[in-house]
């Protein structure tokens, strides 16, 4: 397994030495009912979408050469390094030509346009979800070429809170329900900061439901897996009787 490059490895322990102010959550009972909603949503979430998942699995393999799925280097709570899975929208070997995607970018595949349009290609973080590494709702993590980017080109992340963020890194984020144009770096980190400042149960279930009208091809997906899986159980008990 690769390992991170010594320039956010670097970051990272320096960041851990400063002084931070602590999280202050409602109360410990939130964090614990945190954890346990992203439990409980992530296992229902990947039994529904099992059927989805599997044919896009199997479209993408048929379109290019290449494992289906994408794990990339990401950064997670205080700087922590942490292994994402994405189901894979580019032609093996084309993300080493930048780490900024457009919409028209030549290396995308067709099923990972797609993918990419609908936001089914992020499914998979369930199980990033499920061991912990991240959560439904926080700060949407970097990849570790992007930090090394802003680290050397904005000498920003010693003074501004929310680059490290102490949250669990989400599936989605209080920027990516109030982003309405392309931000700036500072505007990013100054969202996070914001979730983690006012962070409660509540603040995650406005996330939550925005991000349901936001993503709706996710949930449309999520209803088509579960209508085909309970087919398959009404068909089963059938034979069986």
């Known amino acids: 397994m690769p390992m991170p490059s010594e320039t956010v490895a670097r970051v990272a322990e320096k960041f851990e030495a400063q002084e931070r102010r602590p999280v202050e959550y409602a109360r410990v009972a939130e964090n614990t009912t945190k954890r346990l909603i992203d439990i409980c949503v992530a296992v229902v979430g990947l039994t529904l979408s099992a059927p989805v998942l599997l044919f896009f699995l199997a479209l993408v393999a048929l379109e290019s050469p290449g494992s289906p799925i994408y794990i990339q280097k990401r950064i997670g709570r205080n700087g922590q390094i942490f292994d994402i899975y994405k189901l894979r929208t580019m032609f093996s070997g084309a993300d080493t030509d930048g780490f900024k995607t457009a ?16 936001n089914i290609d992020e499914l998979p973080q369930l199980v990033n979800v499920l061991n912990g590494d991240m959560s439904l709702i926080g700060p949407r993590p970097l990849s570790v070429d992007e930090t090394e980017y802003i680290i050397k080109h904005f000498n920003i992340w010693s003074s501004y809170p929310g680059f490290f963020p102490s949250a669990r890194p989400g599936l989605v984020g209080l920027e990516q329900v109030n982003r309405n144009k392309e931000m700036t770096y500072l505007e990013r980190f100054s969202y ?10 509540y603040l995650d279930g406005q996330i939550f439901i925005k991000a349901l009208i936001i993503c709706r091809h996710v949930c449309y997906a999520l209803m088509a897996g579960g209508a085909l899986l309970l087919s398959l159980m009404a068909a089963g008990i ?4």
């Open 103 to 118: 919409k028209d970018d030549r290396r995308l595949t067709v099923t990972g346009k797609l993918l990419r349009a609908t």
């Open 192 to 201: 996070n900061n914001e979730y983690e400042t006012n962070w409660s149960l």
């Open 238 to 241: 059938t034979l069986a009787g």
